[in-house]
């Protein structure tokens, strides 16, 4: 059955992101890899009207059979 996940991330002014949260799965061991997987997307930085870089947060959804 497949597993659907949404997961909202902070994305600092670097583009790194943090999870703030997700849906777990009932496997403790996969929701391990599942977060540490999150943390290694890498995202171009909300911006300001004048083009600098600000703190924001995005939402992340996907399917894994």
Do not use: H, W
């Amino acid at each position: 059955r497949p597993y659907k996940i949404a997961a909202i991330l902070e994305v600092d002014s670097l583009g790194n992101a943090k999870v703030l949260t997700f849906n777990p799965s009932k496997d403790g061991g996969y929701n391990r890899r599942i977060r540490d997987m999150l943390a290694e997307i890498r995202f171009r930085p909300a911006v300001t009207r004048d083009g600098r870089p600000v703190l924001d947060t995005a939402v992340v959804t996907a399917e894994a059979r």
